[in-house]
């Protein structure tokens, strides 16, 4: 089994670019998950799907970032413009059932210059 | 003003012996409790977990104990190697079909 897969690894870009990070969950997981982890806030929960539909997205910071599970085997997650303050590593995790644990993607260091 | 940053407790021991990390959940209405080992440059990988029907799990070198009366979950690592060195989460679940709930983790050095 492959697990998570994220793309790009390493993202770097400079204010008000936009940016799209990409998860591929493991196949048959019906969540996944986008969190984002730094020193000053740790791993934040930014939003989660439940067989591809949005079940809480309290955790997206504001109106520029925005995620879509166009599918069961993909995921994006899309920050427009980026800010200096966006950079972090951001996690994508896939889980099969609604009361198991949750898998890691690799994660992707975003830095916004 | 001045920025703080996170501090994570941090618990340093030698090769060989047994480490012990806590960690105090906020819901006592959760019933699934993981933990996560993360090593630099890599997202958390699970390590044990346990259900609120039991109060003791054993793996290869870990066990998970669950306290429920005082919302206390520990991880115990026997004969504790360098690769053992990581951040380690615990994670709880709140409610079936909800995201896990992480807590701030504590870094675990190991010298040899």
Request: hydrophobic letters at 35%; aromatic letters at 8%; glycine letters at 8%.
């Amino acid at each position: 089994d492959a697990g998570v897969i994220q793309s790009p690894r390493h993202e770097v870009t400079e204010m008000g670019q936009e940016v799209t990070l990409r998860c591929k969950p493991i196949s048959g997981h019906n969540s996944l998950f986008w969190y984002r982890q730094t020193m000053m806030r740790g791993l934040e929960l930014l939003i989660y799907f439940n067989n591809n539909v949005p079940i809480d997205d309290s955790g997206m910071p504001e109106d520029r970032f925005s995620a879509k599970m166009p599918n069961a085997s993909f995921s994006t997650l899309k920050i427009q413009p980026s800010e200096p303050r966006d950079s972090a590593v951001y996690f994508c995790a896939s889980r099969p059932d609604p009361t198991d644990t949750q898998y890691f993607g690799p994660g992707t260091r975003l830095t916004v210059l | 003003g001045e920025s703080v940053g996170l501090h994570l407790p941090t618990l340093s021991v030698q090769e060989g012996d047994n480490s012990i990390i806590n960690c105090a959940y906020s819901n006592s209405a959760s019933d699934y409790f993981i933990w996560y080992k993360q090593e630099s440059g890599k997202g958390p990988q699970f390590i044990i977990d346990i259900r609120s029907n039991m109060d003791k799990r054993q793996g290869q070198r870990v066990t998970v104990l669950l306290n429920k009366t005082v919302k206390h979950l520990s991880l115990q690592i026997a004969a504790t190697q360098p690769g053992d060195s990581a951040v380690y989460f615990c994670a709880e679940l709140g409610q079936a079909g909800t995201a896990l709930i992480f807590g701030k983790g504590t870094t675990l050095s190991v010298s040899s």
